[in-house]
């Protein structure tokens, strides 16, 4: 991804509130629940499979902890991984963000910088291969503000995953808590998908990360997307004010 990465700027001044939560989108594209599992072997039957288990507990928002996150992503079953394969692959971009986000949250900048190039290079070697995963899309969206670059090249990052999967319930769960944040930034067409996938996720009952993103909004935004519920039927209205009150 061009530009380079503002790292003393991003670590020494206080950031602006869409820098913050573009920087909180990146671990929230992995989910909220901590669960501390331990005692991963890669070495039980092929590791392909192994990884695919791992892929299917991530994208239902459970994860690793740091330690055995970081193990998994060093060890030998992972460096020998395809980059097509796509589930292996995607498994491992789902250990490493959070790593990364830790890390630009503590200041420790190598650290950052070294877990954002693996992403970068990760996201990329599995798109040549499949160059049709809205998640990697995504992944590079999310490292690209991770960096402070909010301009037309992220968006069009943002575009392609959703063109590639505009209404895929995983991936909008997770889209709407990095494209939320930046709407006021996005081009006008680009915006009218954010929000209408904000619609859609609370029209599906997949209230948990919509809420959370209407909580961190600021006034303008929260306006915005107050909007799109107050046209939501009143079973949908009151499944949303539930969870607002649960999370609030």
Known sequence: MPGSIRRHAMLSKPEPFIGRLARI????????????????????????????????????????????????????????LSGCDTHAQRALLLLEIPLAYASLQSGAVQEFDRRSRSLDARARQTLSCNPRDSFVWLVLFGLSTGRGLVDKNSFDLLRMSYETSPYEAW???????????????????????????????????????????????????????????????????????????RLS
């Open 25 to 80: 989108g990146l671990i929230l594209m992995v989910g909220c629940v901590g669960l501390a599992w331990g005692g991963l072997n890669a070495k039980r039957g092929a590791a392909s499979d192994v990884f695919r288990d791992i892929e299917s507990h991530l994208l239902r928002f459970e994860t690793f902890s740091p330690a055995t996150a970081a193990a998994t992503l060093d060890g030998v079953a992972a460096q020998r």
């Open 171 to 245: 991936v909008a769960a997770r889209r709407v808590t990095v494209a939320v944040p930046l709407i006021l930034s996005a081009p006008e067409p680009l915006r009218e998908r954010i929000l209408a996938e904000f619609q859609y996720l609370v029209r599906m009952r997949f209230t948990e990360m919509p809420v959370r993103v209407y909580l961190n909004a600021p006034p303008s935004v929260r306006t915005l997307l107050q909007a799109r519920i107050d046209q939501l039927g009143a079973k949908e209205k009151e499944t949303f004010a539930a969870a607002l009150k």
